[in-house]
Structure formats: structure tokens, C-alpha cells
């Protein structure tokens, strides 16, 4: 079983920057996938970024490449996103999702995810 608590969220001015943290509990930590999704009020859960078990690929998706940035500390039990350049379309609850072998770009795909945490964008 994997805990998975994310945190960071919060207002910020476009073009400002944040970032999230998803901590895992459990010692397995180091053995799952993690990847990050977004949902905006209305919409369906989107795939946002998410990175192997040893850190040595990372995927996004094309809306916030070149702006996020995945990563992890597996000494942490802890996968940071950074989002730089933020847009008011970058508006959503952002979850964090654990997976045991190769990340997907779907939610359900995931074996574990979290809670969420609130990210707004003003204009």
C-alpha cells in the first residue's frame, strides 16, 4: 500500500512559478512510477508529467513542456513538480499517482494516487 500526499498548491499571478510535492509513505517508494495529473472544474482528468522509478525518463504532456519540470527524491519518498511560466489554463486540483510499472498517460492506469491540491492561475 502506498499513501500518497500532495501539497504546494496555492494562487499565483500568471507567469508566476509553484511547486508541488507528493509525499509517499511505505519503503517501496523507489520501485513505483509517479506521474502527475490535473483536473480543471468540468473536465476530465488530464495526464501532466510523469517519470520512472529511477528518475532517468520523464514524459509530459505537450501543453506544459518546457514550462514543468518533474522529479524525484527517492531518499525522500518525495516526486516534485515545477511549473514555471503558469498560464489561468493551468487552473486545476493537481494529483499526484503512483504506478508499479510503466508510466501511463491515463489516471486509471495508476495502482495508487492522492488527494489533490489547488492550483489557480489570475490573470
Known amino acids: 500500500q502506498v499513501q500518497l500526499v500532495e501539497s504546494g498548491g496555492g494562487l499565483v499571478q500568471a507567469g508566476g512559478s509553484l511547486r508541488l510535492s507528493c509525499a509517499a509513505s511505505g519503503r517501496t517508494f523507489s520501485r513505483y512510477a509517479m506521474g502527475w495529473f490535473r483536473q480543471a472544474p468540468g473536465k476530465e482528468h488530464e495526464f501532466v508529467a510523469a517519470i520512472t522509478w529511477s528518475g532517468g525518463s520523464t514524459y509530459y504532456a505537450d501543453s506544459v513542456k518546457g514550462r514543468f519540470t518533474i522529479s524525484r527524491d527517492n531518499a525522500k519518498n518525495t516526486v516534485y513538480l515545477q511549473m514555471n511560466s503558469l498560464k489561468p489554463e493551468d487552473t486545476a486540483v493537481y494529483y499526484c499517482?503512483?504506478?508499479?510499472?510503466?508510466?501511463?498517460?491515463?489516471?486509471?492506469?495508476?495502482?495508487?494516487w492522492g488527494q489533490g491540491t489547488q492550483v489557480t492561475v489570475s490573470s
Open positions: 499517482a503512483a504506478d508499479k510499472g510503466i508510466p501511463g498517460t491515463l489516471l486509471q492506469q495508476y495502482d495508487y
